[in-house]
């Protein structure tokens, strides 16, 4: 079934109707070629409580489609602690995968860093340009996983800066090929409770300097393994998720 964002004031106060317009209403009608009593999904733009609101469709005019209440489902499909990941900015076009994939796993914020070992150097004009694809990835990943939120991709940030904005968050960690001791790691996720946020550090490419890591550990971000493999830098951000995912579902 499709799922798909409303802004608030798109449904009635009792939820009966609901009206899909702009791109979603094309989308809709000319790309899924949707029809008259078949249903869909929506979930409220900010609404983080999580209903997920079933319609049908009972008429598609030129400028909308309306669709009348089937039922309410409540309960989130968010996980029940907040995920940040902290992106070391990627070489190519990795960034959109790692935001879609992040998305699909659960991830609350994308924060793009520019670390020392970045190959990607991105002016205030690419910025913009770029955080407009990737919301757009995000929104996509949200309705494709039928997240109750879509999760923000914020402005490219320096090391010191997303360090500075994780300063309050209950749970930091920084996956370090040179950390080790699995057990270690492994309490420190089994011991991550429902409601703590939690900010999640991925290097580039090149990894972390050591200047970075030592930053890091000053301001009690904790270096954890991921294993006795090298992995790539979207690979290290998806297995760190999915194995918070596990925990915080289970």
Same mark, same amino acid.
Not at 16 to 43: C, P, W, Y
Not at 55 to 79: A, H, M, R, T
Not at 177 to 195: Q, R, S, V, Y
């Given at each position: 079934?499709?799922?798909?964002?409303?802004?608030?004031?798109?449904?009635?106060?009792?939820?009966?109707?609901?009206?899909?317009?702009?791109?979603?209403?094309?989308?809709?009608?000319?790309?899924?070629?949707?029809?008259?009593?078949?249903?869909?999904?929506?979930?409220?733009?900010?609404?983080?409580?999580?209903?997920?609101?079933?319609?049908?469709?009972?008429?598609?005019?030129?400028?909308?489609?309306?669709?009348?209440?089937?039922?309410?489902?409540?309960?989130?499909?968010?996980?029940?602690?907040?995920?940040?990941?902290?992106?070391?900015?990627?070489?190519?076009?990795?960034?959109?995968?790692?935001?879609?994939?992040?998305?699909?796993?659960?991830?609350?914020?994308?924060?793009?860093?520019?670390?020392?070992?970045?190959?990607?150097?991105?002016?205030?004009?690419?910025?913009?340009?770029?955080?407009?694809?990737?919301? +757009?990835? +995000?929104?996509? +990943?949200?309705?494709?996983?039928?997240?109750?939120?879509?999760?923000?991709?914020?402005?490219?940030?320096?090391?010191?800066?997303?360090?500075?904005?994780?300063?309050?968050?209950?749970?930091?960690?920084?996956?370090?090929?040179?950390?080790?001791?699995?057990?270690?790691?492994?309490?420190?996720?089994?011991?991550?409770?429902?409601?703590?946020?939690? +900010?999640?550090?991925?290097?580039?490419?090149?990894?972390?300097?050591?200047?970075?890591?030592?930053?890091?550990?000053?301001?009690?971000?904790?270096?954890?393994?991921?294993?006795?493999?090298?992995?790539?830098?979207?690979?290290?951000?998806?297995?760190?998720?999915?194995?918070?995912?596990?925990?915080?579902?289970?």
């Amino acid at each position: 079934m499709y799922h798909f964002f409303v802004e608030s004031n798109q449904i009635t106060s009792d939820f009966k109707n609901v009206e899909i317009t702009g791109k979603d209403f094309n989308h809709i009608a000319n790309v899924l070629r949707m029809k008259v009593g078949e249903q869909f999904s929506v979930s409220i733009r900010g609404d983080e409580d999580g209903k997920e609101i079933f319609y049908e469709i009972e008429n598609i005019n030129d400028n909308g489609v309306i669709g009348k209440l089937c039922f309410i489902e409540e309960g989130s499909q968010e996980l029940p602690s907040k995920i940040y990941l902290f992106q070391g900015l990627p070489k190519v076009d990795k960034m959109e995968l790692i935001i879609q994939k992040a998305v699909e796993l659960g991830a609350f914020e994308i924060v793009p860093m520019a670390t020392k070992r970045c190959v990607v150097k991105l002016d205030e004009k690419k910025s913009q340009s770029k955080i407009k694809r990737w919301q +757009a990835i +995000a929104e996509a +990943a949200a309705k494709q996983s039928k997240r109750a939120i879509i999760p923000n991709v914020h402005m490219p940030m320096t090391m010191k800066e997303a360090v500075q904005y994780a300063k309050d968050m209950d749970i930091k960690l920084i996956p370090y090929e040179n950390a080790e001791h699995m057990d270690e790691t492994k309490k420190l996720i089994e011991g991550i409770k429902p409601g703590e946020n939690i +900010a999640v550090f991925i290097g580039p490419e090149g990894g972390f300097s050591d200047e970075e890591v030592e930053l890091c550990k000053a301001n009690d971000i904790k270096p954890i393994t991921l294993g006795k493999r090298i992995l790539r830098t979207e690979t290290a951000g998806f297995t760190i998720i999915s194995w918070l995912m596990y925990h915080l579902e289970g």
